[in-house]
């Protein structure tokens, strides 16, 4: 358990957010969960010692970031620094890498497992990355299975969730949008 964490919850264009911090940078990201009392809750499971604050300066230059990544802006999320303490050391790695991925692009769980300099890796940077407590400042979502498959996503939602972050990042796979197929993604476009 870590010791004087503070946390707030934010407003974003996916819904309320959640993020967590000490005195070393971010300790904690929660995603949306059906209401800001579920995800409060949520957030409150993760991190049993955080109480509800102001957030200081640097975290809400983080929360600014976040918030407009999710709007749909270039946001660019690696200068947040984060509290990987209790991290384990290969998870630490893997978050590095996933965090050189740039909004709107993505990478396999191979190709991760490559640039960490052995392939038959990526099962373990699957693993790494569904125990992942920095969501979207370590964008597990910009990270495929083999074949540019979906493949899981722990956040709330699943993979409804990791197709949503990837579309408002304007992920390309292939020609079409990659999400164009799905009903709910083209019937927000054509209310847009």
Known sequence: MK???GFSLFDTAIGCCGIVWSARGVAGVQLPEKSAHATRNRLLRRFAAAHEATAPTNVQCAI????GLLRGEPMELRDIILDTDGVPEFNRRVYDV???IRP?????YGEIA???GDRNL?????QALSQNPF????????????GGKMGGFSAPGGVRTKLRLLSIEGAQHGEPMLFDRLPWMTSARRSA
């Open 3 to 5: 010791p004087d964490l």
């Open 64 to 67: 600014n970031d976040i918030a």
């Open 135 to 146: 969501p979207i400042i370590v964008p597990c979502h910009r990270v495929l299975a083999a």
């Open 104 to 108: 709107g692009s993505t990478l396999s």
């Open 114 to 116: 490559e640039r960490l």
């Open 98 to 100: 996933a965090r050189g």
């Open 122 to 126: 990526a099962r373990d940077v699957a």
